[in-house]
T-cell receptor, first 117, second 112 residues
């Protein structure tokens, strides 16, 4: 399967702990996105990268959230000092930006379900 | 920023009937409108999309229409089957970047 991979699939953590999630996009895709989805809601945009550059991060929910894509391939999303309100599904998606003619289609990963207890 | 409203939040139809889900968007510069199907516990999957230079697109039993003037777009599923039961999300692409703003979702239930 050459789709978008996310690890772990599930994470249970105690309030106040730090957590890190990983996303491996489709190899030829240069754009990578992070979304959060709470129960019964649509995905909510957090941040995105084009190659290794983080082009939009103002939607990250607080300064406890950070993301990296150091070599333009996989990405990590870290949440520091987790709170119960951080419990959600964290989805990663990737797409190919071909410049003048965008390929708008996203492929989502299966997500990481975070539970903060 | 962009705001996408989706209706209805739940929709129940008999197998074989048609289903229509409607979305409105606020940013007139949005130019790409995908629809995703999400089954319980699974990833959202793209089922159809439409760009702003097209008014309608069809793929077998699924069609999407776009009214740019009114800033709304709709998903039409004909001859519904039980396996169409899922949550459907509409989305709109911002003019800058490729970020999608999603609607709140519609839970479609197709009764056999």
């Amino acid at each position: 399967d050459t789709g978008v991979s996310q690890d772990p699939r599930h994470k249970i953590t105690k309030r106040g702990q730090n957590v890190t999630f990983r996303c491996d996009p489709i190899s030829e895709h240069n754009r990578l996105y992070w979304y959060r989805q709470t129960l019964g809601q649509g995905p909510e945009f957090l941040t995105y990268f084009q190659n290794e550059a983080q082009l939009e991060k103002s939607r990250l929910l607080s300064d406890r959230f950070s993301a990296e894509r150091p070599k333009g391939s996989f990405s990590t999303l870290e949440i520091q000092r987790t709170e119960q309100g951080d419990s959600a599904m964290y989805l990663c998606a990737s797409s190919m930006d071909r410049g003048i003619v965008y390929d708008y289609g996203y492929t989502f990963g299966s997500g990481t379900r975070l539970t903060v207890v | 920023g962009e705001n996408v409203e989706q209706h209805p939040s739940t929709l129940s139809v008999q197998e074989g009937d048609s289903a229509v889900i409607k979305c409105t968007y606020s940013d007139s510069a949005s130019n790409y409108f995908p629809w995703y199907k999400q089954e319980l516990g699974k990833r959202p999957q793209l089922i159809i999309d439409i760009r702003s230079n097209v008014g309608e697109k069809k793929d077998q039993r699924i069609a999407v229409t776009l009214n740019k003037t009114a800033k709304h777009f709709s998903l039409h599923i004909t001859e519904t089957q039980p396996e169409d039961s899922a949550v459907y999300f509409c989305a709109a692409r911002h003019n800058a970047g490729n970020m999608l703003t999603f609607g709140g979702g519609t839970r479609l239930m197709v009764k056999p």
